[in-house]
């Protein structure tokens, strides 16, 4: 949370997502909750240069967010893309948090990667702006006081461009409303099948308000059944669509 501040993000920016279901998507998520902001996910299948850009150009994002290789779809290069449209990340900065500068996306400030190990340019890394605290048991509570509930906490986008948009207010209901009808307790493992963006968000919230562990599915092949059993896992959700 304190990471996407002090890059300046503030309440009804926007922060782009290429990202998997993981850890760093949900991490964004909750940030997002917290301060206000919009998380604009592209569609994984979006890989090509025109896609990109243009899905850029339409969310007004301030920071964009872009996973390891590991996340994206095989055979694509996500990370070498985004360099193709912003040559100037290629570029070595030091000593300062270098600020992307283009007239074809004047929202647009960062780039920033999951990748662990250093990455080469002027791109940032996620794991430097990590701050570790206590998780709210109501992530939004926070941004209530700076943005409305009909403000987007979702903003999904495809090659068609932004799809239909999930509100702040919005996934503190949805999150409700799966904790009463699946019964989840303190005491519960909730394993979440989905790679939806939404399900991911509302999954989160749910584990929030109940500290209810949230394990998720970050490969397509992997094997929920063993997944399940592995884990420990006492609850299975494939989907909280309503």
């Given at each position: 949370?304190?990471?996407?501040?002090?890059?300046?993000?503030?309440?009804?920016?926007?922060?782009?997502?290429?990202?998997?279901?993981?850890?760093?998507?949900?991490?964004?998520?909750?940030a997002?909750?917290?301060?206000?902001?919009?998380?604009?996910?592209?569609?994984?299948?979006?890989?090509?240069?025109?896609?990109?850009?243009?899905?850029?150009?339409?969310?007004?994002?301030?920071?964009?967010?872009?996973?390891?290789?590991?996340?994206?779809?095989?055979?694509s290069?996500?990370?070498?893309?985004?360099?193709?449209?912003l040559?100037?990340?290629?570029?070595?900065?030091?000593?300062?948090?270098?600020?992307?500068?283009?007239?074809?996306?004047?929202s647009?400030e960062?780039?920033?990667?999951?990748?662990?190990?250093?990455?080469?340019?002027?791109?940032?890394?996620?794991?430097?702006?990590?701050?570790?605290?206590?998780?709210?048991?109501?992530?939004?509570?926070?941004?209530?006081k700076?943005?409305?509930?009909?403000?987007?906490?979702?903003?999904?986008?495809?090659?068609?461009?932004?799809?239909?948009?999930?509100?702040?207010?919005?996934?503190?209901?949805?999150?409700?409303?799966?904790?009463?009808?699946?019964?989840?307790?303190d005491?519960?493992?909730?394993?979440?099948?989905?790679?939806?963006?939404?399900?991911?968000?509302?999954?989160?919230?749910?584990?929030?308000?109940?500290?209810?562990?949230?394990?998720?599915?970050?490969?397509?092949?992997?094997?929920?059944?063993?997944?399940?059993?592995?884990?420990?896992?006492?609850?299975?959700?494939?989907?909280?669509a309503?």
């Amino acid at each position: 949370m304190y990471g996407l501040s002090s890059l300046g993000c503030r309440p009804g920016d926007a922060v782009g997502a290429i990202l998997g279901n993981n850890t760093e998507h949900a991490v964004l998520l909750y940030a997002a909750a917290r301060l206000g902001l919009t998380v604009a996910p592209f569609d994984e299948n979006m890989v090509s240069k025109k896609d990109l850009e243009k899905a850029i150009a339409e969310t007004e994002c301030r920071v964009l967010l872009i996973g390891n290789a590991e996340d994206q779809l095989v055979g694509s290069d996500v990370a070498k893309t985004v360099r193709d449209i912003l040559p100037q990340l290629n570029d070595e900065i030091d000593g300062t948090t270098p600020r992307v500068k283009d007239d074809r996306f004047p929202s647009l400030e960062h780039v920033m990667s999951t990748e662990y190990y250093k990455v080469s340019g002027s791109m940032l890394q996620f794991r430097h702006f990590l701050a570790y605290e206590v998780l709210a048991r109501n992530p939004g509570s926070r941004a209530k006081k700076f943005v409305s509930e009909k403000t987007p906490l979702i903003q999904p986008v495809s090659a068609l461009g932004q799809e239909t948009a999930v509100t702040h207010g919005e996934l503190s209901k949805r999150a409700a409303a799966a904790k009463a009808s699946l019964g989840v307790t303190d005491g519960d493992k909730l394993l979440l099948e989905s790679r939806d963006p939404v399900d991911l968000a509302v999954g989160l919230f749910l584990s929030c308000d109940t500290l209810c562990p949230l394990v998720l599915t970050d490969s397509k092949n992997a094997d929920d059944v063993e997944l399940y059993e592995v884990e420990g896992c006492t609850k299975r959700v494939t989907s909280f669509a309503v």
